[in-house]
DNA sequence: ATTTGTGCAAATCGTTTGCATCTGA
DNA sequence: TCAGATGCAAACGATTTGCACAAAT
Protein backbone atom coordinates (compact mmCIF):
# COMPACT_ATOMS: atom_id res chain seq x y z
CA UNK A 1 0.00 0.00 0.00
CA UNK A 2 1.31 2.97 -0.76
CA UNK A 3 1.57 6.32 1.36
CA UNK A 4 -0.87 8.45 -0.66
CA UNK A 5 -3.78 4.90 -0.94
CA UNK A 6 -2.79 5.17 3.27
CA UNK A 7 -3.74 8.77 3.36
CA UNK A 8 -6.35 8.70 1.60
CA UNK A 9 -8.19 5.82 3.74
CA UNK A 10 -6.93 7.64 6.63
CA UNK A 11 -9.23 10.82 5.66
CA UNK A 12 -11.90 8.64 4.79
CA UNK A 13 -12.02 7.60 7.99
CA UNK A 14 -11.91 10.18 10.06
CA UNK A 15 -14.93 11.47 7.65
CA UNK A 16 -16.56 8.57 8.82
CA UNK A 17 -16.12 8.56 12.18
CA UNK A 18 -17.55 12.19 12.09
CA UNK A 19 -20.93 10.70 11.14
CA UNK A 20 -20.33 12.31 7.17
CA UNK A 21 -20.81 10.32 4.07
CA UNK A 22 -16.81 10.23 2.51
CA UNK A 23 -17.64 12.24 -0.71
CA UNK A 24 -15.22 13.37 -3.24
CA UNK A 25 -15.65 17.13 -2.08
CA UNK A 26 -15.46 16.06 1.77
CA UNK A 27 -12.38 14.03 1.19
CA UNK A 28 -10.50 16.45 -1.53
CA UNK A 29 -11.20 19.54 1.21
CA UNK A 30 -10.04 17.19 4.32
CA UNK A 31 -6.55 16.38 2.43
CA UNK A 32 -5.80 19.59 1.82
CA UNK A 33 -6.96 20.83 5.21
CA UNK A 34 -5.19 18.05 7.18
CA UNK A 35 -2.02 16.71 4.78
CA UNK A 36 0.13 19.90 5.72
CA UNK A 37 0.34 20.47 9.39
CA UNK A 38 -1.33 23.38 11.12
CA UNK A 39 -3.17 26.06 9.28
CA UNK A 40 -5.40 28.49 9.39
CA UNK A 41 -7.88 29.11 6.92
CA UNK A 42 -11.09 30.99 5.58
CA UNK A 43 -13.83 29.24 3.67
CA UNK A 44 -12.63 31.43 0.55
CA UNK A 45 -9.10 30.38 0.75
CA UNK A 46 -9.76 26.92 0.86
CA UNK A 47 -12.28 26.84 -2.19
CA UNK A 48 -9.39 28.77 -4.09
CA UNK A 49 -6.75 26.13 -3.17
CA UNK A 50 -9.37 23.41 -4.11
CA UNK A 51 -9.98 24.60 -7.54
CA UNK A 52 -6.36 25.51 -8.09
CA UNK A 53 -5.56 21.91 -7.09
CA UNK A 54 -8.32 20.89 -9.74
CA UNK A 55 -11.25 19.78 -6.86
CA UNK A 56 -13.90 20.45 -8.49
CA UNK A 57 -16.35 21.77 -5.67
CA UNK A 58 -18.73 24.89 -4.86
CA UNK A 59 -17.93 27.86 -2.16
CA UNK A 60 -21.31 26.37 -0.19
CA UNK A 61 -20.18 23.17 -0.44
CA UNK A 62 -17.01 24.23 1.39
CA UNK A 63 -19.06 26.46 3.83
CA UNK A 64 -20.91 23.26 4.55
CA UNK A 65 -18.16 21.24 5.06
CA UNK A 66 -16.29 23.25 7.05
CA UNK A 67 -19.05 23.86 9.59
CA UNK A 68 -19.50 20.05 10.11
CA UNK A 69 -16.15 19.80 10.41
CA UNK A 70 -15.97 21.92 13.37
CA UNK A 71 -18.79 20.32 14.86
CA UNK A 72 -17.03 17.05 14.44
CA UNK A 73 -14.43 18.75 16.57
CA UNK A 74 -11.64 18.33 13.59
CA UNK A 75 -11.38 22.48 13.48
CA UNK A 76 -11.47 25.01 15.93
CA UNK A 77 -13.26 28.59 14.68
CA UNK A 78 -10.39 31.13 15.52
CA UNK A 79 -11.36 34.21 17.56
CA UNK A 80 -10.16 37.03 15.63
CA UNK A 81 -11.79 39.95 14.88
CA UNK A 82 -12.74 41.05 11.41
CA UNK A 83 -15.20 40.00 8.71
CA UNK A 84 -13.74 36.56 7.75
CA UNK A 85 -14.07 33.17 9.79
CA UNK A 86 -10.91 31.75 10.17
CA UNK A 87 -11.12 27.85 10.99
CA UNK A 88 -7.63 26.15 12.41
CA UNK A 89 -6.75 22.60 11.66
CA UNK A 90 -4.96 22.15 15.18
CA UNK A 91 -7.81 21.63 17.94
CA UNK A 92 -5.32 20.82 20.74
CA UNK A 93 -4.56 23.89 23.02
CA UNK A 94 -1.80 25.86 21.92
CA UNK A 95 -2.70 30.07 21.33
CA UNK A 96 -1.91 32.68 18.42
CA UNK A 97 0.04 35.61 17.92
CA UNK A 98 -2.08 38.14 15.97
CA UNK A 99 -0.30 40.50 14.03
CA UNK A 100 -1.78 43.74 14.01
CA UNK A 101 -1.24 45.34 10.58
CA UNK A 102 -1.43 42.39 8.33
CA UNK A 103 -4.38 40.92 10.47
CA UNK A 104 -2.45 37.95 10.36
CA UNK A 105 -2.67 34.60 13.20
CA UNK A 106 0.41 32.81 13.67
CA UNK A 107 0.65 29.89 15.84
CA UNK A 108 2.38 30.21 19.36
CA UNK A 109 5.58 28.20 19.43
CA UNK A 110 4.58 24.85 21.36
CA UNK A 111 5.86 25.52 25.31
CA UNK A 112 4.36 25.81 28.66
CA UNK A 113 1.92 28.44 28.51
CA UNK A 114 -0.80 28.80 31.02
CA UNK A 115 -3.19 30.95 32.74
CA UNK A 116 -3.22 31.65 36.56
CA UNK A 117 -5.73 32.66 38.59
CA UNK A 118 -8.83 31.90 36.39
CA UNK A 119 -11.88 32.86 39.07
CA UNK A 120 -14.25 30.03 38.43
CA UNK A 121 -17.11 30.08 36.09
CA UNK A 122 -20.57 31.10 36.54
CA UNK A 123 -22.55 27.75 37.93
CA UNK A 124 -23.43 25.27 35.68
CA UNK A 125 -21.02 26.15 33.39
CA UNK A 126 -17.44 24.62 32.72
CA UNK A 127 -14.85 25.54 30.62
CA UNK A 128 -14.89 24.33 27.27
CA UNK A 129 -11.64 25.71 25.79
CA UNK A 130 -8.97 29.17 26.85
CA UNK A 131 -7.93 31.05 23.84
CA UNK A 132 -5.12 33.52 24.36
CA UNK A 133 -4.52 35.70 21.57
CA UNK A 134 -1.34 37.95 21.73
CA UNK A 135 -1.97 41.23 19.59
CA UNK A 136 1.68 42.23 18.42
CA UNK A 137 2.26 45.63 16.65
CA UNK A 138 5.45 46.36 14.73
CA UNK A 139 8.42 47.73 17.36
CA UNK A 140 8.32 51.51 16.88
CA UNK A 141 12.15 52.70 17.32
CA UNK A 142 11.35 56.39 18.31
CA UNK A 143 10.89 57.28 21.93
CA UNK A 144 6.93 58.44 22.60
CA UNK B 1 -21.59 73.11 37.66
CA UNK B 2 -24.18 70.67 37.91
CA UNK B 3 -22.17 66.87 37.89
CA UNK B 4 -24.16 66.34 34.26
CA UNK B 5 -22.34 69.63 32.96
CA UNK B 6 -19.03 68.19 34.15
CA UNK B 7 -19.85 64.87 32.68
CA UNK B 8 -20.88 66.80 29.68
CA UNK B 9 -17.35 68.73 29.09
CA UNK B 10 -15.25 66.00 30.13
CA UNK B 11 -16.54 63.93 27.16
CA UNK B 12 -16.28 66.92 24.91
CA UNK B 13 -12.70 67.14 26.23
CA UNK B 14 -12.23 63.60 25.47
CA UNK B 15 -13.78 63.41 22.11
CA UNK B 16 -10.96 66.91 21.55
CA UNK B 17 -7.95 64.90 22.72
CA UNK B 18 -9.17 62.20 20.56
CA UNK B 19 -8.36 64.73 17.63
CA UNK B 20 -12.00 64.83 16.31
CA UNK B 21 -14.82 67.65 16.69
CA UNK B 22 -16.87 67.48 19.66
CA UNK B 23 -19.79 67.12 17.10
CA UNK B 24 -23.79 66.44 18.85
CA UNK B 25 -23.64 63.16 17.93
CA UNK B 26 -19.64 62.37 19.08
CA UNK B 27 -20.47 63.73 22.28
CA UNK B 28 -23.99 61.88 22.31
CA UNK B 29 -22.54 58.77 21.68
CA UNK B 30 -19.61 58.95 24.01
CA UNK B 31 -22.04 59.83 26.74
CA UNK B 32 -23.74 56.41 26.21
CA UNK B 33 -20.69 54.22 26.00
CA UNK B 34 -18.79 55.76 28.69
CA UNK B 35 -21.32 56.91 31.23
CA UNK B 36 -22.58 53.45 32.35
CA UNK B 37 -19.65 51.76 33.46
CA UNK B 38 -18.20 48.77 31.18
CA UNK B 39 -20.03 48.08 28.52
CA UNK B 40 -19.84 45.34 25.09
CA UNK B 41 -21.83 47.11 22.43
CA UNK B 42 -22.20 46.20 18.44
CA UNK B 43 -22.98 48.98 16.13
CA UNK B 44 -26.62 48.23 15.49
CA UNK B 45 -27.24 47.93 19.14
CA UNK B 46 -25.84 51.43 20.13
CA UNK B 47 -27.90 53.11 17.25
CA UNK B 48 -30.85 51.55 18.65
CA UNK B 49 -29.93 53.11 21.85
CA UNK B 50 -29.68 56.50 20.45
CA UNK B 51 -32.41 56.54 18.65
CA UNK B 52 -34.21 55.55 22.13
CA UNK B 53 -32.70 58.03 23.95
CA UNK B 54 -33.97 60.65 21.53
CA UNK B 55 -30.73 61.16 19.57
CA UNK B 56 -30.91 61.79 15.84
CA UNK B 57 -27.94 59.80 14.03
CA UNK B 58 -27.47 58.12 11.27
CA UNK B 59 -26.12 54.04 11.49
CA UNK B 60 -23.24 55.22 9.16
CA UNK B 61 -22.11 58.19 11.34
CA UNK B 62 -22.29 55.53 14.49
CA UNK B 63 -20.05 53.19 12.49
CA UNK B 64 -17.31 55.88 12.16
CA UNK B 65 -17.44 56.92 15.23
CA UNK B 66 -16.83 53.38 17.16
CA UNK B 67 -13.89 53.49 14.63
CA UNK B 68 -12.59 56.53 15.61
CA UNK B 69 -12.54 56.06 19.04
CA UNK B 70 -11.37 52.59 18.62
CA UNK B 71 -8.24 54.38 16.93
CA UNK B 72 -8.02 57.02 19.53
CA UNK B 73 -7.56 53.71 21.96
CA UNK B 74 -11.01 54.50 23.91
CA UNK B 75 -12.63 51.72 22.50
CA UNK B 76 -11.30 48.17 22.24
CA UNK B 77 -12.73 45.32 19.36
CA UNK B 78 -13.78 42.47 21.55
CA UNK B 79 -11.68 39.06 19.47
CA UNK B 80 -15.07 36.85 18.92
CA UNK B 81 -16.23 34.77 16.46
CA UNK B 82 -19.52 35.63 14.73
CA UNK B 83 -20.05 38.21 11.94
CA UNK B 84 -20.69 41.33 13.81
CA UNK B 85 -18.45 43.19 15.82
CA UNK B 86 -18.10 43.96 19.31
CA UNK B 87 -16.80 47.25 21.23
CA UNK B 88 -15.21 47.36 24.67
CA UNK B 89 -15.64 50.58 26.71
CA UNK B 90 -12.78 48.86 29.35
CA UNK B 91 -9.85 49.14 27.28
CA UNK B 92 -7.51 48.48 30.21
CA UNK B 93 -6.10 45.05 30.94
CA UNK B 94 -9.28 42.72 31.41
CA UNK B 95 -10.26 39.31 29.92
CA UNK B 96 -13.64 37.98 29.25
CA UNK B 97 -15.54 34.32 29.55
CA UNK B 98 -17.45 33.65 25.71
CA UNK B 99 -20.91 31.78 26.48
CA UNK B 100 -21.30 29.21 23.66
CA UNK B 101 -24.86 28.94 23.67
CA UNK B 102 -25.96 32.56 23.82
CA UNK B 103 -22.72 34.23 22.06
CA UNK B 104 -22.66 36.38 24.33
CA UNK B 105 -19.51 37.90 26.41
CA UNK B 106 -19.29 38.76 29.83
CA UNK B 107 -16.32 40.31 31.50
CA UNK B 108 -14.02 38.07 33.96
CA UNK B 109 -14.21 39.42 37.10
CA UNK B 110 -11.69 41.82 38.50
CA UNK B 111 -8.59 39.62 39.53
CA UNK B 112 -4.66 38.85 38.72
CA UNK B 113 -5.46 36.50 36.01
CA UNK B 114 -1.91 36.25 34.27
CA UNK B 115 -0.05 34.53 31.72
CA UNK B 116 3.14 32.87 32.34
CA UNK B 117 5.56 31.26 30.20
CA UNK B 118 4.78 33.51 27.52
CA UNK B 119 7.44 33.18 24.37
CA UNK B 120 8.90 36.47 23.14
CA UNK B 121 7.29 37.69 20.52
CA UNK B 122 9.45 37.76 16.90
CA UNK B 123 12.00 40.37 16.44
CA UNK B 124 10.87 43.83 15.57
CA UNK B 125 7.22 42.87 17.09
CA UNK B 126 6.19 43.98 20.53
CA UNK B 127 3.06 43.02 22.67
CA UNK B 128 0.18 45.66 22.23
CA UNK B 129 -2.21 43.36 24.55
CA UNK B 130 -3.25 39.96 25.54
CA UNK B 131 -6.71 38.72 25.19
CA UNK B 132 -7.81 35.67 27.17
CA UNK B 133 -11.11 34.29 25.96
CA UNK B 134 -12.59 31.67 28.01
CA UNK B 135 -15.36 29.36 26.33
CA UNK B 136 -17.65 28.32 28.41
CA UNK B 137 -20.48 25.30 27.88
CA UNK B 138 -23.66 24.53 30.22
CA UNK B 139 -22.18 21.82 32.17
CA UNK B 140 -23.58 18.19 31.43
CA UNK B 141 -24.75 16.88 33.87
CA UNK B 142 -24.99 13.32 32.47
CA UNK B 143 -21.73 11.36 32.32
CA UNK B 144 -20.76 10.94 28.85
C1' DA C 1 -14.22 80.41 4.31
C1' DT C 2 -12.58 76.25 4.83
C1' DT C 3 -12.37 71.97 6.72
C1' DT C 4 -14.57 68.22 8.73
C1' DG C 5 -18.65 65.56 9.79
C1' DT C 6 -23.26 63.73 8.66
C1' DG C 7 -27.08 61.25 6.42
C1' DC C 8 -28.90 58.68 2.94
C1' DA C 9 -28.96 55.18 -0.40
C1' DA C 10 -26.49 52.21 -3.09
C1' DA C 11 -22.72 49.07 -3.19
C1' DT C 12 -19.86 45.47 -1.22
C1' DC C 13 -18.46 41.47 1.26
C1' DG C 14 -18.81 37.18 3.65
C1' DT C 15 -22.08 33.85 4.45
C1' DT C 16 -26.55 31.27 4.25
C1' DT C 17 -30.58 29.39 2.08
C1' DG C 18 -33.97 27.20 -1.22
C1' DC C 19 -34.41 24.01 -4.28
C1' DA C 20 -33.54 20.98 -8.24
C1' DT C 21 -30.30 17.50 -9.25
C1' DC C 22 -27.01 14.03 -8.24
C1' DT C 23 -24.57 10.28 -5.47
C1' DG C 24 -23.14 6.93 -2.12
C1' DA C 25 -24.80 3.22 0.96
C1' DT D 1 -34.01 3.01 -3.52
C1' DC D 2 -33.57 7.02 -1.19
C1' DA D 3 -31.58 9.72 2.60
C1' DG D 4 -28.17 12.70 2.31
C1' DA D 5 -24.97 15.84 -0.41
C1' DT D 6 -24.03 19.15 -3.96
C1' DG D 7 -24.27 23.32 -6.94
C1' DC D 8 -26.26 27.31 -8.33
C1' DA D 9 -28.31 31.60 -7.77
C1' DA D 10 -30.84 34.41 -5.05
C1' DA D 11 -31.30 36.22 -0.36
C1' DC D 12 -29.24 38.08 3.68
C1' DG D 13 -27.02 40.77 7.34
C1' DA D 14 -23.25 43.60 8.66
C1' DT D 15 -20.43 47.04 7.12
C1' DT D 16 -18.53 50.53 3.83
C1' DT D 17 -18.73 54.01 0.38
C1' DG D 18 -20.00 58.11 -2.61
C1' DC D 19 -21.72 62.24 -2.57
C1' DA D 20 -24.71 66.34 -1.50
C1' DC D 21 -25.65 68.96 2.43
C1' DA D 22 -24.72 70.79 7.22
C1' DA D 23 -21.95 72.13 11.11
C1' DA D 24 -17.70 73.37 13.47
C1' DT D 25 -13.36 76.08 13.53
Known amino acids: MTAAQFNASALDCRVRAAGLRPTRQRIALAELLFKAGDR ?26 LHQFTEAGMLRILPVEGSKTYFDTNTSDHHHFFLEGENRLMDIPEGPVSVTNLPAPPEDMEISHVDILVRLRPKSNRVR
Open 40 to 65: HVSAEELHEEALSAGVRVSLATVYNT
